[in-house]
């Protein structure tokens, strides 16, 4: 499709959408991109206002013309004043958007992590960023989170098994194993996928029940299990799993044939995996 073009059906493009699909009469009937305001009024799982973790409201204003520090203005902004930047008409943005509104917990830890890290860089005066910022960065953007109820599927995914993973456990995972995209940027690309797109996973057991639970329960689950990890565990980029996300069941239209797991430039053995 054309990125530059809105689109109020671009969740029938791919199921790597779905996690949004209780928001979709929001903005099913906007012929034209939604603003600020209409961001805002779409409910949060919990139809409960979202906070920061400074206890700021979070709202979606329109971007501000910035001449410098960019990046740090806008986390710190969000800290500080719960007030979301929002470029007109840009997809990467309207995805962050509902990234808040499915995962409030988790975008707010994260956005504390942000500010916290850059507060202490200030403190030494460093100019690179540190390990926790750039994991934090990394998973904001390409942000997977697996869930799965089977510990020989997370071997699997930690052993980089891809094709033993998505073919031969085909059948299980479909039943006991689910991906939530959180990365705003991977849903961008999921508008034009292409083989290459890989997310950065963080991964979660749990019982088999959770499979059972309608989509706003299991959201709210992996809400809270993601706010914790982020808090107290997340503390560098190798904390992320590398995980090629079209060879999840039917992300895909083409892999439904075994030949397609064969492709070594993309489902890549542990030591030869590289993110693109």
């Known amino acids: 499709m054309n990125v530059r073009s809105w689109d109020p059906n671009f969740m029938d493009l791919s199921l790597i959408f779905e996690p949004f699909s209780y928001l979709r009469k929001g903005f099913s009937n906007m012929q034209c991109w939604p603003e600020p305001d209409e961001l805002n009024k779409l409910c949060s799982i919990s139809n409960q206002q979202i906070y920061t973790r400074s206890g700021k409201s979070i709202l979606f204003i329109p971007q501000a013309i910035v001449k410098h520090c960019y990046e740090q203005d ?6 500080l004043t719960g007030q979301v930047q929002t470029r007109a008409n840009n997809w990467h943005d309207f995805f962050n958007a509902l990234v808040w509104k499915i995962l409030p917990r988790a975008k707010s830890a994260l956005n504390q992590l942000h500010y916290q ?3 202490s860089e200030l403190s030494v005066k460093t100019v690179n960023r540190c390990k926790l910022r750039d994991a934090a960065t990394l998973f904001d953007e390409s942000g997977v989170i697996v869930i799965s109820s089977h510990e ?3 071997r699997l995914i930690k052993n ?12 299980t995972v479909l039943s006991s194993m689910r991906f939530f995209v959180f990365g705003h940027g991977i849903y961008e690309k999921a508008l034009n996928p292409y083989i290459g797109m890989t997310g950065k996973a963080i991964i979660f057991k749990v019982k088999e029940d959770f499979f059972s639970r309608d989509l706003l329960s299991q959201l709210n689950s992996v809400d809270l299990m993601l706010e914790q990890f982020l808090l107290c565990e997340l503390s560098s980029g190798t904390d992320l799993t ?16 075994e030949s397609y797991y064969e492709n070594k430039e993309y489902f890549r053995e542990r030591r030869q995996f590289k993110c693109i």
């Not at 806008?74 to 800290?79: D, V």
């Not at 995980?243 to 439904?256: K, R």
């Open 74 to 79: 806008y986390e710190s902004k969000i800290y």
């Open 117 to 119: 890290a850059q507060l």
């Open 152 to 154: 020989l599927l997370i």
């Open 160 to 171: 980089f098994k891809w094709k033993e993973l998505f073919w031969q456990q085909r059948a």
């Open 242 to 257: 590398p995980i090629p996300l079209l060879g999840y069941p039917e992300w895909d239209a083409n892999n439904f044939r």
